[in-house]
């Protein structure tokens, strides 16, 4: 079966004007040669964490079945890791990439008294005075550790 990749050649090159070729794009948790795990700057969401690939890739079925499956063993272990250290109301993981051509996931630890609760954090605020539920600083070793155990 011949394999169509037009959507692969949308893409864009990787170029030092992508914002997430420049710079990681956040504080550095985990980083492998397929992605990398952030910490993203959100003041209301200091434990937001965002998975993010490190080539120009857009859509999920344009990689290929491993990279695939390793991306997501990323992702659940940063949602293990960010479940036992912080024991949040709900995990939120989405996937956008409107903006960029690296595929990424957002994994973002919600508590009910957060500033969005019950809504996304892209909706409308809820409360003016919000609880912020800082990252803890064993966050890094934490996601290492739910990583060995995908592993084992
Ligand atoms: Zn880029």
């Known amino acids: 079966m011949a394999e169509d990749r037009t959507f692969r050649i949308m893409a ?10 420049a710079s990681p794009g956040g504080a550095v948790l985990h980083s492998e040669p397929l992605c990398r795990v952030v910490l993203v700057a959100d003041a209301d969401y200091p434990a937001f964490c965002r998975v993010i690939l ?4 857009r859509e ?55 500033r969005h609760f019950p809504q996304p954090i892209w909706g409308c605020a809820q409360r003016e005075q919000p609880a912020r539920h800082p990252a803890p600083p064993e966050l890094g070793a934490a996601i290492a550790t739910a990583l060995a155990a995908a592993a084992a």
Do not use: Q, Y
Request: net charge negative; charged share 30%.
């Open 60 to 114: 999920m079925t344009d990689l290929d079945a491993s990279e695939r499956l390793r991306l997501m063993t990323v992702v659940f272990a940063v949602e293990r890791a960010l479940r036992e250290t912080l024991r949040p109301d709900k995990i939120n993981l989405a996937s956008f990439g409107n903006m960029t051509p690296h595929v990424h996931w957002h994994v973002i630890p919600r508590w009910r008294d957060d």
């Open 12 to 21: 864009p090159e990787p170029n030092e004007t992508c914002e997430l070729c």
């Open 54 to 57: 490190n080539r120009h890739v």
